[in-house]
């Protein structure tokens, strides 16, 4: 089984609905980031949680708010889904200062129409 | 404000011959250079990683060369294979603290056969 998983894996929504993507991990760490990557522009941070109680915005958080359920649960909403944030969103989780690698998750494609 | 540039966007290699991709960095806080690589429907996957106290670090035929004064490094592929079309990302991390990483917006490699 992955160690990080996604859902839903695919999602078309209309503009205006609230749309939640969700995110859990089996590996046992702390820290866990949501991304968006858009063509030519990369991986963005949008939230980042060091624990259930620590949660911090990152680079691209406006439109968006997250929920740290459990160790091994991280959500992602949209409020009022609009066009421009179409995008795939990755889930990722890591266990510094041991090991600095983000392990990602496979990924939730988002259209919103 | 970009703190990873990374080129080309995308770049097409013979079988067999030397895929090099570049990034530079601004943000001299940085000690954590990872690759990540990442194959169509998959979220990315951790390649190969650097610290700066290194200027190279090779495993199998992948190669990272890095240059603390030009604050550059690069990926090399030796005998570049078709499995080896995906999108590269560079990436840089500070040391302490956040551990957040910043993102090249990435590198299309294409290997025909």
């Known amino acids: 089984d992955a160690d990080v998983t996604q859902t839903p894996r695919n999602r078309i929504t209309k503009t205006g609905k609230r749309i939640m993507l969700e995110c859990s991990q089996t590996k046992g760490h702390d820290r866990m980031y949501w991304y968006r990557q858009d063509p030519g522009l990369g991986l963005r941070l949008i939230y980042y949680?060091?624990?259930?109680?620590?949660?911090n915005k990152g680079e691209i958080s406006d439109g968006y708010s997250v929920s740290r359920q459990a160790q091994a649960k991280f959500s992602l909403s949209l409020e009022s889904a609009i066009p421009n944030q179409t995008a795939l969103y990755f889930c990722?989780?890591?266990?510094?200062?041991?090991?600095?690698?983000?392990?990602f998750g496979p990924g939730t494609r988002l259209t919103v129409t | 404000q970009q703190q990873v540039k990374q080129s080309p966007q995308s770049l097409i290699v013979q079988k067999g011959g030397i895929s090099i991709i570049n990034c530079a960095y601004e943000?001299?806080?940085?000690?954590?250079f990872p690759w990540y690589q990442q194959f169509p429907g998959k979220g990315p996957a951790l390649l190969i990683a650097?610290?700066?106290?290194?200027s190279e670090k090779k495993e199998g035929r992948f190669t990272i060369s890095f240059n603390k004064s030009a604050k550059q490094f690069s990926l090399h592929i030796m005998d570049s294979q078709p499995g080896d079309s995906a999108t590269y990302f560079c990436a840089a991390s500070p040391q302490g603290g956040s551990e957040k990483l910043v993102f090249g917006k990435g590198t299309k490699l294409t290997v025909n056969p």
């Open positions: 650097i610290r700066p106290d290194v």
């Open positions: 943000n001299t806080a940085f000690d954590y």
């Open positions: 990722a989780t890591s266990n510094p200062p041991t090991d600095r690698e983000q392990y």
């Open positions: 949680s060091f624990d259930v109680k620590d949660i």
